[in-house]
């Protein structure tokens, strides 16, 4: 997760960097969420516009006190270490919803559905026969090569080809209103938590509004997370799930538990579980307990010492073992980042056609991949447009922002690419839709992106919600809660044939 | 059935809440000792200061910031603020064991003693201050009595608060009465029945006879008054007794060590204690305590595993 959140930030980064140059150079303006062109309010905003007009802004600011002091008492927090104490913070709150029309979200759900088909065909594909590889469709080194291909998967049962049963996508929307997949993860996403928690907090902020507008629920995400699980391990009549954690000093912790609770699983670290025979028992008051289903938030390197990384001490010595064994289930399954690779990224629209024979209903953002030579010279054309990426490269390094960088870095780049295009991909300055939020008393439009979780088991279910990220620093593009991001509810409007549940 | 690890958690929160609500309580009290004579605030003081650690002349000499130092210190181990915090960060760990009504009163009264205001508070008005963590933790305690299910989690944390409260009386007693019994002041003995939260119930059993041999009768050997160390070890054996219905019997030490010393404590005899000496007979019933803990570590936590695999 360390790498994937890395990348995650460099195209925050690269993103905030576009802004500024958007700003410079005059481009189109960021899609508005709230409002249309010509200023007035989009229908589905229509019930929240009235209820915001008629409350005052020192009311406003009273009810986001009211949530904050909700989430500190809740424990809804991340604790920031520091070298002498550490603190807990809540991470921002935005209480006025970001809200999605039917017709959006059924889109989106759709979307997204038909992506994350794709991804588990790929992924029993490639720790499979391969067929994608030896059709060319996918470039072979660059699967094989990815560091988090995990060749000790090869040709293990996966029940219902379900390799990511929780996958949250970052979805953005671009200046002409269209949703683009900018980021899928498929290895442990988080964040999940924060949409039922911040659901909880409009409803209590905004019940008559809420209740008008027709939102759809989500607080089924908990059963239907357990009814995915234990449709893993169909084998057995009443299969043990439990939740999987690093400890109380991830910052993730809270949602372990939360998830735990709310699912009635059990929340086990390393130390509780046992592999002996293959089997894989937790260690309880009245002896050891055979577990079925592993919902396991920790990474892949840290699961199991034997198998992976050896200095973990947060994972279970022989847990692969047993996997391989098939006589534990691990979800997600090992081995999934491959499949949300920055290089394999630019590849899912053709995995998509490959593996479904559909047009991918949600686009990706504009990728190049430099390997192919025409693309390749449209790359090396507009170099000061384009930010390129180096594939292997993470944390920054190998990476080229076009439009800041000066002739010499370009001419360097140029080589480079040339060199070796198997390495590098390009895309354009990417641009985020902005929402109305609630800054200092007032409110006014940031940057947010989208994050939906669906869920694979047996089948796959959207739920109609999603987390909305916010950047919480004016014309900033970062949403990342580290860097100054916040969240917001989201609320799906139910359309003619939507039940709200 | 549940993990090892969330059964020790669970029994350290009772023990962590039940010091903290001593503490704050003793605090309390040798606070308002100050406004007697000299003398007697000096003495509470001391028993106040022993009971829960080291009585220096200094410390005595200073009430105001001893009791400060009880409740605040984040260096002493023993303060209120430092059993809570450790009660919260296990309650953490165990956050999908406990209701959210529970954990709440918890983090509630965590995050009031830890924030940068709380100094401030005691210095404001130190009397409210401790009486509102004493509420707030019987609050803790009403809602995971009213909230939690009655079963294996909820007895772990109860066995951990009798548990810990037996020693803690059984300490204080040991510091009032262990060198014999008639040394102590009137205003010493009414605030040493304070300390033990016992004064309303001990009048209504001994009406105003406040002496120092019906104390140490009623908070050792009274059958209903719940901080009595009787009353305690009834409860460690009762929760214990179901706590190892499911272990084999081999692995049953802590339930047979809780079974002898409830029957020592229902079976004594005021007269034959002080025969022996009062303090011999505090020194065994906290040893037999101390072996308890131990017990229930070895049963139910820290087991070799060679014995508990499946066939």
């Known amino acids: 997760m360390a790498t994937a959140q890395r990348s995650e930030e460099i195209d925050r980064a690269l993103a905030q960097e576009a802004a500024e140059t958007a700003a410079k150079a005059d481009v189109k303006p960021p899609y508005d969420e709230m409002h249309a062109p010509d200023g ?57 919803p970001r809200i999605i029309p039917a017709d959006e979200w059924a889109r989106i759900e759709t979307g997204l559905v038909q992506r994350l088909q794709a991804l588990n065909l790929f992924l029993a594909d490639i720790y499979g026969e391969r067929m994608i590889l030896k059709d060319g469709v996918v470039p072979r080194e660059l699967v094989l090569g990815a560091p988090s291909y995990r060749r000790e998967m090869q040709g293990l049962y996966v029940p219902h080809q379900a390799y990511a049963n929780v996958c949250g996508s970052d979805l953005i929307r671009q200046e002409d209103g269209e949703y683009a997949v900018l980021e899928d993860n498929l290895r442990v996403p988080s964040g999940v938590s924060y949409m039922l928690a911040n659901r909880e907090a409009s409803k209590r902020t905004f019940p008559g509004t809420f209740r008008l507008a027709g939102v759809r629920q989500i607080d089924r995400y908990p059963d239907l997370l357990l009814t ?11 299969p043990q799930v439990v939740v999987l954690t690093p ?59 034997l198998t992976f990384r050896r200095d973990s001490s947060l994972g279970v010595p022989g847990l692969f073992n047993a996997y391989r064994a098939g006589t534990v289930v691990m979800c997600n399954a090992p081995g999934t980042g491959v ?117 694979s088991g047996e089948k796959i279910t959207v739920t109609p919600g999603a987390l909305t990220r916010v950047a919480l620093r004016k014309g900033s593009l970062v949403v990342n809660s580290s860097q100054g991001g916040g969240s917001k509810d989201t609320w799906v409007l139910a359309g003619p044939g939507d039940d709200l549940s | 059935m549940m993990l090892a690890r969330v059964a020790d958690s669970l029994y350290w929160i009772g023990r962590y809440v039940e010091r903290a609500e001593h503490v704050a309580r003793l605090a309390d009290i040798m606070l308002t000792a100050t406004l007697d004579r000299a003398e007697t605030a000096a003495q509470v003081a001391r028993i106040a200061l022993s009971a829960v650690g080291e009585a220096t002349p200094e410390k005595i000499a200073t009430p105001f910031e001893s009791a400060r130092g009880l409740a605040l210190d984040r260096m002493d181990g023993s303060s209120v603020v430092s059993s809570l915090a450790l009660a919260r960060e296990n309650a953490r760990q165990v956050r999908d064991q406990i209701t959210s009504e529970t954990w709440e009163r918890l983090n509630l009264v965590h995050l009031r003693l830890s924030g940068a205001t709380a100094a401030k508070s005691f210095n404001d008005g130190s009397s409210a201050f401790l009486h509102d963590i004493i509420a707030d933790l019987h609050l803790f305690k009403g809602a995971a009595d009213a909230t939690m299910s009655h079963g294996e989690g909820w007895r772990f944390l109860l066995l951990g608060a009798h548990l810990e409260r037996a020693q803690l009386i059984g300490r204080l007693l040991e510091v009032c009465f262990g060198r014999g019994v008639e040394r102590l002041d009137h205003p010493t003995l009414t605030a040493v029945l304070r300390m033990s939260c016992a004064l309303e119930p001990y009048l209504r059993v001994y009406t105003a006879d406040v002496r120092a041999r019906p104390i140490l009768e009623f908070l050792l050997l009274n059958a209903e008054f719940p901080r ?56 065994g019933v906290l040893a037999e305590c101390g072996a308890i803990h131990s017990g229930v570590y070895d049963a139910f936590v820290a087991y070799p595993l060679e014995m508990r695999l499946p066939a």
């Open chain 1, 247 to 305: 400890g109380v000093y991830n910052s993730a912790y809270y949602e372990h538990a939360y998830l735990a609770r709310l699912m009635g699983a059990p929340l086990v670290e390393g130390r509780d579980l046992v592999v002996h025979d293959n089997m894989v028992y937790m260690r309880t008051t009245t002896g050891l307990r055979r577990i079925d289903v592993i919902y396991r938030r920790v990474d892949d390197d840290f699961i199991d010492p």
């Open chain 1, 40 to 96: 007035s309010v989009r229908p589905h905003f229509a019930i929240m516009a009235r209820r915001l007009a008629a409350l005052g802004p020192g009311e406003l600011d009273e009810r986001q006190r009211t949530l904050e002091r909700f989430f500190l008492l809740q424990g809804i927090t991340f604790t920031v270490y520091g070298a002498e104490s550490s603190t807990e913070r809540i991470i921002p709150t935005d209480l006025l």
């Open chain 1, 339 to 455: 499949a949300d690779d920055k290089a394999v990224y630019a590849y899912v629209p053709e995995i998509i056609r490959y593996n479904l024979g559909e047009e991918p209903i949600l686009p990706n953002i504009e990728t190049f991949i430099c390997r192919e030579p025409a693309q390749m010279s449209h790359v090396l054309a507009n170099l000061d447009k384009l930010v390129v990426k180096a594939v292997g490269a993470s944390g920054g390094y190998g990476m080229l922002i076009g439009p800041h960088a000066s002739a010499a870095q370009r001419e360097e780049f140029a080589q480079a690419i040339k060199a070796d295009p198997e390495n590098y991909i390009a895309q354009p300055t990417i641009q985020l839709s902005t929402a109305p939020c609630l800054i200092d008393g007032e409110v006014d439009a940031r940057h947010v992106d989208l994050r939906p979780f669906i869920l």
């Open chain 1, 228 to 238: 995915t699980l234990r449709s893993m391990a169909e084998w057995r009549p009443n």
């Open chain 2, 228 to 283: 009595s160390i009787r009353f305690s070890t009834d409860e460690i054996e009762a929760h214990l007794s179901v706590l190892s219905r499911h272990t084999e019997a081999v692995h049953a030490g802590p339930g047979r060590l809780a079974g002898r010393l409830k029957a020592r404590l229902q079976y004594a005899d005021m007269a034959e204690i002080e025969r022996e000496g009062s303090h011999v007979f505090l020194e």
